[in-house]
């Protein structure tokens, strides 16, 4: 009875440990006040000619999935990125910043055989999500208001109960 009562213990603990630590970290991203996101129009990694802007994911909601290529926890939670979305009626982007080449962007996203299109972000962007560490994300609703937000590794459940 005593091990049990420690384990439980341990676990809340754990749990609480687990959540103050994400409140910290993601202290100063934008607000899910149902606030608008910030404007963006990004090339497409495997078409630079072709852009893409916010506008053009009005009406669904959207995961915007702020990475780098040289980001280890990244490489671990984009696949779950990839897994939550499938099957259902939800859009997902990926934004590369801090990125050398488009080449090494090219590599990640191969190795990784994503699916989701990959935008080619910059400084500006980076700002303006406020993204100081990889992987970020964004949910945003219909009407491209951020409705949920998180910062280091995510697993599919998790990204697909916060864009519920």
């Given at each position: 009875?005593?091990?049990?009562?420690?384990?439980?213990?341990?676990?809340?603990?754990?749990?609480?440990?687990?959540?103050?630590?994400?409140?910290?970290?993601?202290?100063?991203?934008?607000?899910?006040?149902?606030?608008?996101?910030?404007?963006?129009?990004?090339?497409?990694?495997?078409?630079?000619?072709?852009?893409?802007?916010?506008?053009?994911?009005?009406?669904?909601?959207?995961?915007?999935?702020?990475?780098?290529?040289?980001?280890?926890?990244?490489?671990?939670?984009?696949?779950?990125?990839?897994?939550?979305?499938?099957?259902r009626d939800i859009n997902?982007?990926?934004?590369?910043?801090?990125?050398?080449?488009?080449?090494?962007?090219?590599?990640?996203?191969?190795?990784?055989?994503?699916t989701v299109p990959i935008?080619?972000?910059?400084?500006q962007t980076q700002a303006?999500?406020?993204?100081?560490?990889?992987?970020?994300?964004?949910?945003?609703?219909?009407?491209?208001?951020?409705?949920?937000?998180?910062?280091?590794?995510?697993?599919?459940?998790?990204?697909?109960?916060?864009?519920?």
């Open positions: 009875m005593k091990l049990i009562r420690s384990t439980l213990i341990n676990i809340v603990l754990a749990a609480i440990i687990f959540f103050l630590v994400s409140a910290f970290q993601e202290r100063n991203l934008l607000k899910t006040d149902k606030s608008p996101a910030p404007y963006f129009s990004l090339a497409l990694l495997n078409n630079i000619d072709n852009r893409v802007s916010i506008a053009e994911l009005k009406g669904k909601t959207t995961v915007i999935y702020f990475f780098a290529p040289w980001c280890t926890v990244c490489k671990y939670s984009m696949p779950n990125l990839e897994a939550a979305i499938k099957g997902a982007i990926g934004i590369a910043l801090d990125y050398k080449s488009t080449t090494q962007v090219e590599e990640f996203v191969s190795d990784l055989a994503l935008l080619l972000g910059n400084d303006n999500y406020k993204v100081s560490a990889f992987p970020t994300y964004y949910i945003i609703n219909e009407q491209l208001q951020i409705s949920a937000r998180s910062m280091g590794y995510s697993s599919q459940l998790g990204i697909a109960i916060r864009a519920m």
